[in-house]
Structure formats: structure tokens, C-alpha cells
């Protein structure tokens, strides 16, 4: 069974700490909760004429930039159970379904018209067997140093790979829904740092190593 991706009581304060000092204005560099301080109010996609453009970054300074999203997909329990179980006849999902989590994630430059192709320093994607909600969780981390993000990267590792999830359970089970594709986590680039609120704070990748991730 996949080992959870939730952080310890230690790491939950320090980031309630973060979310604090960044409501006060306290937090290093550009903490910011919600669209970010520094972020433009208006859409970056569309010119002075409204037409769609991608956005020039090739004056940008480099600089390592990470994005952590997740999703979940719901189903019966009896499903998730074979999940569990490794019982279904196309094989091991969760596996099928963090290799496409991470090529995804390296085709979206291909997938979405104007996002920029990045290279990719590292792409994770774990998982979590909710039985409470009888769901999958799904959680996608992604790093580059580059011109720009990679939000959209790991929004698509997290929608794909739930995609394939339902692929590969739906021939016992087509009623699954897929939900709550969401943005977790960014940090580096200009709007600095951005936590949703409300959400267990990502897994380290030193907490990863111990044991504690997926």
C-alpha cells in the first residue's frame, strides 16, 4: 500500500507560521497567500487588443522555481479496495498512473497552447488511499530552474494521472468522479511564494527520505 504524503506536526506549524507571518507582512522575501503579492491583477495571455499571445519571458532571470498540485478521484469502496489489492485486471495502477502523472507533466508545453516548454529538473507523484472518503489522492510536485513556473505542470501530472486511475479501475467501476484538480503550492519567480490555505502543507522532499512520503 502507497505511504502517505501528509508532513508531521512539525512541519504543519511551521507552515500556520508561514501563512501568519505572510497575513502580517512578516514572512521573508514575497510570502503571499492567495494570488501572491507582486502577481499583475490583469491577464498575462492577452495583449492590448485582447487577442491571445505567449508571454515574452526572455528578459527573465532564471531561478528554481516548484509547484506542488493535487486531486482525488472518488469511487465505490469496492473499487478502491481492489485498488488496494492490486486486483484489477489491467495491473498495478498507481504505478501506470505516476508514469503518466510525470510524462504529462513533460508534454505540457504540447498539451497547453500557451504555456512555454520547460525543462524539467525533477517530477514526482504520489499517492494516498483515502478509505474514510473512498477516494485516491493524488499529489504532483514539479522543479525546474527556468524563465518561468510550472504550475501548469503539475496540474496536468495530477489530471492526467487521475485520468489514467479512471481508466484503469473503469471497467469495474464507471461512475468514478474526478475532482478538486487544484494548485497547492508554488514558489520562486517574481510573485515569490503561495500556499493555498486550508491544505495540509506539501511533503518535503528530506521528509520524502525519511519515510513519510510517497
Not at 508571454?55 to 531561478?63: A, F, I, Y
Not at 479501475?169 to 468522479?177: G, L, S
Amino acid at each position: 500500500m502507497p505511504r502517505r504524503f501528509l508532513r508531521g506536526a512539525s512541519s504543519r506549524l511551521g507552515y500556520k507560521l508561514a501563512v501568519a507571518q505572510a497575513h502580517r507582512g512578516l514572512g521573508p522575501g514575497k510570502w503571499s497567500i492567495g494570488a501572491g503579492r507582486g502577481c499583475p491583477l490583469s491577464l498575462t495571455h492577452v495583449d492590448a487588443r485582447g487577442a491571445a499571445r505567449m508571454v515574452d519571458v526572455t528578459t527573465k532571470e532564471e531561478s528554481v522555481r516548484e509547484a506542488v498540485a493535487r486531486g482525488r478521484v472518488r469511487m465505490r469502496p469496492e473499487t478502491l479496495r481492489l485498488i488496494k489489492d492490486n486486483a484489477l485486471a489491467k495491473g498495478d495502477v498507481l504505478a501506470v498512473a505516476r508514469v503518466a502523472g510525470i510524462m504529462a507533466a513533460k508534454e505540457t508545453g504540447r498539451l497547453i497552447p500557451l504555456c512555454h516548454p520547460l525543462p524539467l529538473g525533477a517530477c514526482t507523484v504520489a499517492f494516498r488511499l483515502d478509505e474514510e472518503a473512498s477516494a485516491v489522492e493524488i499529489e504532483a510536485r514539479v522543479r525546474t530552474a527556468a524563465r518561468t513556473g510550472v504550475e501548469m505542470e503539475a496540474l496536468t501530472a495530477v489530471a492526467v494521472a487521475a485520468l489514467t486511475v479512471y481508466d484503469m479501475a473503469k471497467a469495474v467501476d464507471r461512475e468514478m468522479v474526478i475532482e478538486a484538480v487544484r494548485l497547492v503550492a508554488k514558489t520562486g519567480g517574481r510573485c515569490g511564494a503561495y500556499y493555498r490555505a486550508g491544505e495540509v502543507p506539501p511533503v518535503a522532499e528530506e521528509d520524502k527520505e525519511e519515510g513519510h512520503g510517497a
